[in-house]
T-cell receptor, first 116, second 118 residues
Framework: GAGVSQTPSNKVTEKGKYVELRCDPI?????LYWYRQSLGQGPEFLIY????????DSGLPNDRFFAVRPEGSVSTLKIQRTERGDSAVYLCASSSGTGRKYNEQFFGPGTRLTVL | AQTVTQSQPEMSVQEAETVTLSCTYD???????LFWYKQPPSRQMILVIRQEAYKQQNATENRFSVNFQKAAKSFSLKISDSQLGDAAMYFCAYRARAGGTSYGKLTFGQGTILTVHP
């Protein structure tokens, strides 16, 4: 597709359940980012990948959160034992690279996660 | 750690008028980018304008311009000839330009909701 896509667009789950959120970056983009946006707040960085490897996972809040990008394209954010505080919009972005050269991050429409 | 602060939770403007959104940031780095993003209700984050810290000239993009004051760590967005389609949440964001493992990530402010009155 032409842009970053995320599925599902909305996800409702119960406390304690496991969820997976998917991100399809723009074709050819090597860098991929996950952000979390709580209601009325700015996005907060979670993790970014350069290729298949997580270059920086310092924003993951705890060990219930995990993300993978096994083939350097699609990424999945996995949340175990969900809590009500995990409710937020999860945004994914991709760019053609990182480094000194400017590479714009293009954002997807996000997945709204609601934990009941 | 870098921080970005937007002190105006909400702003409003009349159609065709000019409005300025404020942003301050804190960083110990000298080489970085600053951005303004627009987020309409569709949630899609759209880049409005960017500024390289090493450039003294303020960036402009059509009706959008910035006032970048590096010493004061201030970065405001001016929207001229406001249009109804400008109504959205606006975020100021920072990104380090080089160095370290986390220079790709964006640090966002809390956002300013802009309402445009016809």
């Amino acid at each position: 597709g032409a842009g970053v896509s995320q599925t599902p667009s909305n996800k409702v789950t119960e406390k304690g359940k496991y969820v997976e959120l998917r991100c399809d970056p723009i074709s050819g983009h090597t860098a991929l980012y996950w952000y979390r946006q709580s209601l009325g707040q700015g996005p907060e960085f979670l993790i970014y990948f350069q290729g298949t490897g997580a270059a920086d996972d310092s924003g993951l809040p705890n060990d219930r959160f995990f993300a993978v990008r096994p083939e350097g394209s699609v990424s999945t954010l996995k949340i175990q034992r969900t809590e009500r505080g995990d409710s937020a919009v999860y945004l994914c972005a991709s760019s053609s690279g990182t480094g000194r050269k400017y590479n714009e991050q293009f954002f997807g429409p996000g997945t709204r996660l609601t934990v009941l | 750690a870098q921080t970005v602060t937007q002190s105006q939770p909400e702003m409003s403007v009349q159609e065709a008028e000019t409005v300025t959104l404020s942003c301050t940031y804190d960083t110990s780095e000298s080489d970085y980018y600053l951005f303004w993003y627009k987020q309409p209700p569709s949630r899609q984050m759209i880049l409005v304008i960017r500024q390289e810290a090493y450039k003294q000239q303020n960036a402009t993009e059509n009706r959008f311009s910035v006032n970048f004051q590096k010493a004061a760590k201030s970065f405001s967005l001016k929207i001229s000839d406001s249009q109804l389609g400008d109504a959205a949440m606006y975020f100021c964001a920072y990104r380090a330009r080089a160095g370290g493992t986390s220079y790709g990530k964006l640090t966002f402010g809390q956002g300013t909701i802009l309402t445009v009155h016809p």
